[in-house]
């Protein structure tokens, strides 16, 4: 199937992972999930109310307040339309885990739209403390002031700014968050139109972006804070290269990824481009492994003496 609709994709593919499986799994239908909202409601009640309609099925592994559901189309249900369920597949409710967080904590959202990840943000904050939930298109923040204030999130500061911009906001914010834009090649299992749309050049122009949005985000963090790069993309140019493009550029650190799922380390070569040692720290999630869309994530530490 992705052979015919895109076969220089194809080809890069199987590159990335040559397995049966991971072309299987591309194929299949994706299990949705949504994450309990704990600023809007007690999570037990919720679970109970909507486990004994046949809604919730099981918990996601790493994720305290993600479930996987039965229902294709949960739209009418009273709980999604008043935020206290937020859909959201179960990769997405990762970046939020590794941040550290804490009540009180000044966070830095820097590619936030449409706000899963910063409502989730405000969840893990229980709505103290403040975050810059900024995004650079006009459209995209319209949804996600929509989400902010259907999710219950008092403590969001909204910006319309290019990301790239908020490096000279330096040293400032306790984490960051760059959940940078991609090729989503990590969706095909939701839509072939990202498959469609993928040429090398589009990866490469991306990498551009993510490497400047990713240097101004760990410039806009204090010493000692967390920095935590993702993407649902499978392309190393928009991962590994990065990643390994800000361990070179500055003194930050990388620090493993330690939640209960199925991983494979990031590579230290594709095609002939070596990355440090230190990127196979990052984490690859492959759809086969988690029966879950493709992830990227990896977590950064500014050193104290940067
Ligand atoms: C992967 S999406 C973010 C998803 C979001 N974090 C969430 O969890 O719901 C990437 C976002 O980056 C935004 N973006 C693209 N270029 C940007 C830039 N130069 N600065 C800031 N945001 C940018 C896009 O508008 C898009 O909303």
């Not at 298109?137 to 790239?164: F, H, P, W, Y």
């Not at 990065?242 to 650190?253: F, I, Q």
């Amino acid at each position: 199937m992705l052979n015919e609709i895109n076969p220089e994709l194809f080809e890069r593919l199987k590159k990335v992972d040559s397995s049966r499986e991971f072309f299987e799994f591309l194929d299949r239908r994706l299990r949705k999930s949504v994450r309990i909202n704990t600023l809007k409601a007690r999570l037990e009640v919720v679970f109970e109310r909507l486990s004994k309609e046949g809604l919730l099925e099981e918990r996601v592994p790493w994720c305290d307040f993600g479930y996987y559901v039965s229902e294709e189309d949960f739209s009418t249900i009273p709980e999604h339309q008043l935020g206290i369920i937020f859909p959201q597949s179960s990769v997405s409710m990762i970046p939020p885990l590794l941040m550290d967080l804490r009540k009180g904590m000044k966070v830095l959202d820097l590619c936030a739209s449409p706000g899963a990840k910063t409502t989730e943000i405000a969840q893990l904050m229980e709505n103290e403390g403040c975050i810059v939930a900024n995004d650079v298109k006009i459209e995209r923040l319209n949804v996600l002031i929509s989400n902010l204030q259907k999710c219950g999130v008092l403590i969001a500061k909204v910006t319309m700014m290019d990301g790239r911009k908020f490096g000279k906001f330096e040293n400032r914010f306790d984490a960051v968050l760059v959940d940078a834009p991609c090729s989503n090649l990590g969706m095909i299992r939701r839509s072939y139109a990202h498959a469609k749309l993928w040429s090398l050049k589009l990866s490469l122009d991306l990498s551009k972006l993510q490497k400047e949005l990713l240097i101004a985000g760990y410039k806009a963090l204090k010493p000692g804070g967390v920095l935590v790069y993702s993407t649902c993309t499978f392309e190393p140019l928009e991962n590994e290269a990065v990643v390994d493009y800000l361990l070179r550029n500055t003194n930050a650190e990388i620090e493993e990824v330690n939640l209960p799922l199925r991983s494979i380390p990031g590579f230290t070569e594709f095609e002939g481009h070596r990355f440090l040692g230190e990127v196979k720290k990052c984490i690859r999630i492959h759809p086969q492994l988690n029966d879950s869309e493709g992830f990227f994530v990896a977590k950064l530490i500014k050193s104290e003496s940067s």
